[in-house]
């Protein structure tokens, strides 16, 4: 999905290959939260691990990966459903016009008390120059297709264990990474919580990384931190909500390619249990 000069390729080829170690997740809808089940549709479609109470929300992400200024990611998603049925769609671009993409994806799943999950796909297309095709006159841009699944299931009354496979099925342009299998555990009682997760790329099972982390919350608010290793990295992110807006920030360090920030707002309209669903 990269086109452009061979030096700037480089650098953004190496900020890719950091990045194929966290949380098996690619650019496009990656907001800031931790491992495991979100309420975020954004991250439904990242994922396909959908979780929360019926209702509907509205994602506004935004991405500065590893320091570089003309590539970031921009986001919108919306998802929300009834019962126990859950639907998220949402457009991305990252880059710029010279080196990036523009995405489409959706996610559809479901939620119990006891089990959830999600199909996922994307499309991507490219936003570099056109390339023509010999001796047809046609000038197009790469596309490339994903899709993937994801599902967790509770075990006991403070524990749930996932997976997510986010890229079981991909054709025309390949991804701009290599997205393999995560799973993992998270429980917790009261206001802390902590997860244990394992990923790795599809074709690089060897180079899998390991994550633990921790959250505590209080009210409104709530902070969390995560250690992954492959390189020996910390992250910390926090979040608040008031009165149906919720923002949200994260940020990851890399030994070597600095920093990568992620924000996020959500306006959220959350189903009270009295009212009735239409």
Known sequence: ?????????????????????????????????????????????????????????????GIAWNGLEDFTTRSLAIGGGGGPLRLAIGV????????GWNS????????????????RAIARRDRSIP??????????RPIGIECGAGFW??????????????????????????????????????????WLAWSAPAHAAD??????????????????VEARDRPFRAAIGVHAHHRGFEVAAEVTEHPVLGETLRLALTLERVRSASEPER
């Open 153 to 194: 299931s509770a075990i006991g009354s403070h524990s749930r264990l996932w997976a997510s496979l986010p890229a079981l099925y991909g054709a025309g342009e390949a991804a701009p990474l290599d997205r393999g299998l995560e799973t993992g555990i998270v429980g917790g009682a009261r206001d802390v919580s902590a």
């Open 1 to 61: 999905m990269i086109r452009a000069r061979p030096s700037r390729i480089l650098v953004i080829a190496a900020a890719l290959a950091a990045m194929v170690h966290r949380r098996a997740c690619a650019q496009d809808f990656d907001g800031p939260d931790h491992a495991g089940p979100s309420v975020s549709p954004a991250l439904w479609i990242e994922r396909g691990l959908p979780d929360g109470d019926a209702g509907w929300r509205l994602d506004l992400v």
């Open 131 to 140: 390339v023509s095709e010999p001796g047809a006159g046609i000038e197009s």
């Open 207 to 224: 180079q899998g990384e390991r994550t633990a982390g921790v959250e505590i919350a209080t009210g409104p608010a709530a902070i969390w």
């Open 92 to 99: 991305a671009s990252t880059g710029d016009a010279e080196i």
């Open 104 to 119: 489409a994806a959706a996610a559809t799943g479901f939620i119990s008390p006891r089990c959830g999950g999600a199909l």
